[in-house]
């Protein structure tokens, strides 16, 4: 059985710093390309980032050079630091094999003064 475990969300001030974390476990995580999507209040899902295995990565255009995704395949954990925060990226966020929709409870991000 497929489970992702999101954590490290929290409050935090505009412009501040969150590092997020996926334990991923049931699958071989270092086959597969992950995400990191957001559901923000009265919104739909949102992509955020994505890592392949060779850790090619890509971002959505209003976190490029704020987000960075990464991955520990030992751990089998993913990672989302996201730097310079602002009060748009308030979210709950959750990371997915890619295509899949989230299946956890993802973690609350809530970026306000």
């Known amino acids: 059985e497929v489970q992702l475990v999101e954590s490290g969300g929290g409050l935090v001030q505009p412009g501040g710093s969150l590092r997020l974390s996926c334990a991923a476990s049931?699958?071989?995580?270092?086959?597969?390309?992950m995400s990191w999507v957001r559901q923000a209040p009265g919104k739909g899902l949102e992509w955020v980032s994505d890592?392949?295995?060779?850790?090619?990565?890509r971002y959505r255009d209003s976190v490029k050079g704020r987000f960075t995704i990464s991955r520990d395949n030992a751990k089998k954990t993913l990672y989302l630091q996201m730097n310079t925060l602002k009060p748009e990226d308030t979210a709950v966020y959750y990371c997915?094999?890619?295509?899949?929709?989230?299946g956890g409870q993802g973690t609350q991000v809530t970026v306000s003064s």
């Open positions: 049931g699958f071989t995580f270092s086959s597969y390309a």
């Open positions: 890592i392949e295995p060779n850790s090619y990565r």
């Open positions: 997915v094999k890619r295509g899949d929709r989230p």
